[in-house]
């Protein structure tokens, strides 16, 4: 069974700081997906990577795929009180086998 | 957005009563998954489906089960629901296999 393990679970910082959130596996995936998570709504995609090493911004987010596609890291700069939610990484191989989740990163941005 | 709907988005029900929540589609996506989420669990597969009538289960299947007879409609059947099933149920779809999800809004299901 393959494995996403996401830390920190819990983050609660002060508006203007940087963060890095990190998911973790001893598996390889062909690609892997960030989701953010707002009370009350389903998760939305923010990026996908897929080559190992690749980065990928997203404003103030920045997105890295680690070298041998076993893990991720999300680091968001200056951080404000819109980023608050939880976020989820997501791995996926091939074909019909559906996306692994890791149990996400629940962000408090304080004003 | 994606044309995803859930329905009930809220429901209260008794031990021992059958469930069924619906997953309502307008993509014309082939895949559509049931997930739940709870607290230190995170989101978990219950069933999934690649097509018509194509359906397998996912980590936490047991007690439920799942239909799919037309694309656009995916049910999720609690037979006899338990307040372990109390939950935060999603529906999601996506269009191709490497393609992202597409996550409803969610039901907010209470077993007592």
Known sequence: ?111 | DAGITQSPRHKVTETGTPVTLRCHQTENHRYMYWYRQDPGHGLRLIHYSYGVKDTDKGEVSDGYSVSRSKTEDFLLTLESATSSQTSVYFCAIKGTTNEKLFFGSGTQLSVL
């Open chain 1, 1 to 111: 069974t393959q494995l996403l393990e996401q830390s920190p679970q819990f983050l609660s910082i002060q508006e203007g700081e940087n963060l890095t959130v990190y998911c973790n596996s001893s598996s390889v995936f062909s690609s892997l997906q960030w989701y953010r998570q707002e009370p009350g709504e389903g998760p939305v995609l923010l990026v996908t990577v897929v080559t190992g090493g690749e980065v990928k911004k997203l404003k103030r987010l920045t997105f890295q795929f680690g070298d041998a596609r076993k893990d991720s890291s999300l680091h968001i700069t200056a951080a404000q009180p819109g980023d608050t939610g939880l976020y989820l990484c997501a791995g996926f191989n091939s074909g019909n086998t559906p996306l692994v989740f890791g149990k996400g990163t629940r962000l408090s941005v304080i004003a």
